[in-house]
């Protein structure tokens, strides 16, 4: 399996939750002990490196394992702050590709 990092999306294919709507993404924030973190209804995430975060929410902690690989890959908008200074104007926007995974929020519910 194609393991996700922080900043790749993840596709709902079916929800279970009102906050997140079906054919909606989220962005994979974190990635440790088999799970990633999702953040849903996402503003535009902040990249560092390999750090991500990302005001929005509902938040999840999927397991890998409910994650499938897609061949799709699009262009993500990301922001940092200029020469590593934050302030007032010294946000910038930037575009990277990222990797797209589907999940069945629904099929987690049930195994539980």
Same mark, same amino acid.
């Given at each position: 399996m194609s393991i996700p990092r @922080?900043? $790749?999306l993840v596709e =709902? &294919? &079916?929800t279970d939750d009102v906050l997140i709507e079906k054919g909606s993404y989220g962005v994979i924030v974190n990635v440790q002990r088999g799970m990633v973190v999702v953040v849903f209804n996402y503003y535009t995430p902040y990249k560092k490196g390999n750090y991500v975060t990302a005001?929005?929410?509902p938040v999840? &902690? %999927?397991?890998?394992k409910y994650?499938? @690989?897609t061949d799709k890959v699009v &262009?993500? !908008?990301? +922001? !940092? +702050?200029k020469? $590593? %200074?934050p302030g007032e104007g010294r946000?910038?926007?930037?575009?990277?590709? =990222?990797r797209v995974f589907k999940v069945n929020l629904q099929s987690i519910s049930l195994d539980k």
């Open positions: @922080p900043g $790749d =709902v &294919e &079916e005001s929005g929410g999840r &902690e %999927i397991p890998l994650l499938k @690989p &262009e993500q !908008t990301f +922001w !940092t +702050w020469g $590593d %200074i946000g910038v926007y930037f575009k990277r590709k =990222v």
